[in-house]
């Protein structure tokens, strides 16, 4: 499975942006997508991810009610709706799939990444 991000950006506090994730390949005995992300000197970090059948979503903490994870299965597609950011969320965004079912949230699950996409958050 190979994928692909976009979507990033230069975005003002308070704006917003939607990140895609496209898959060149198809999503047979894929789980799940996620988003991971990645700022400078800092760990990467999990951000959501959603089950590609099912559709079952689950955020981190800082973003719940901020972001939203979708997927359109018949364009083997998957985004990230970003609202109201923050300095915070300056970071490389980088999608995931894994064919696994558990340890969602953890990056090791994941064996398909895309390049990342960077965005940026200014004050």
């Known amino acids: 499975v190979q994928l692909q991000a976009s979507g990033g950006g230069l975005v003002q506090v308070g704006g917003s942006l939607r990140l895609s994730c496209s898959s060149s390949d198809p999503t047979d005995g894929i789980h799940a997508m996620g988003w991971f992300r990645q700022d400078s000197g800092v760990d990467r970090e999990f951000v959501a991810f959603i089950t590609w059948n099912g559709g079952s979503t689950y955020y981190t903490e800082p973003v719940k009610g901020r972001f939203t994870i979708s997927r359109d299965k018949t364009k083997n597609m998957m985004y990230l709706d970003m609202n109201n950011l923050k300095p915070e969320d300056t970071a490389v965004f980088y999608c995931?799939?894994?064919?696994?079912?558990?340890?969602?949230?953890?990056?090791?699950?994941?064996?398909?990444w895309g390049q990342g996409t960077q965005v940026t958050v200014s004050s």
């Open positions: 995931a799939a894994t064919t696994r079912k558990n340890y969602l949230t953890m990056g090791n699950t994941y064996a398909y």
